[in-house]
């Protein structure tokens, strides 16, 4: 059964930092490639990076990049997002997910999607 979990949601104040972890199960990364997306209420999901299944190739969207780092540790088959310079508009429901497309970005293209892990910043 192919299932992600995330962790490392939280309260932090504006300009810290937070690590979230996807750790999947009944796959490995080296078949499904992986996003973490974000969502506030009354707002479409978006994502904010990826992480290509066949060479770990990383992708952001354009206000994450430099801020925002997507890793993944094959051995445990767990990828992070690590968050720095974390802002008040950062605040959001994180949600990891799996795609059976490799090099997949969009919401719509994930098929498998954990419960999400809540991130506050707070001013």
């Known amino acids: 059964q192919v299932r992600v979990v995330e962790s490392g949601g939280g309260l932090v104040q504006s300009g810290g930092s937070l690590r979230l972890s996807c750790v999947a199960s009944?796959?490995?990364?080296?078949?499904?490639?992986i996003g973490w997306f974000r969502q506030v209420p009354g707002k479409e999901r978006e994502t904010v990076a990826t992480i290509a299944c066949d060479d770990g190739t990383p992708w952001y969207a354009k206000s994450m990049k430099g801020r925002f780092t997507i890793s993944r540790d094959v051995a445990k088959n767990t990828v992070y997002l690590q968050m720095n310079g974390l802002k008040s508009e950062d605040t959001a429901v994180y949600y990891c997910?799996?795609?059976?497309?490799?090099?997949?970005?969009?919401?719509?293209?994930?098929?498998?999607w954990g419960q999400g892990t809540q991130v506050t910043v707070s001013l």
């Open positions: 997910a799996a795609s059976l497309w490799c090099t997949a970005s969009t919401p719509k293209e994930h098929e498998y």
């Open positions: 009944g796959f490995t990364l080296d078949d499904y490639g």
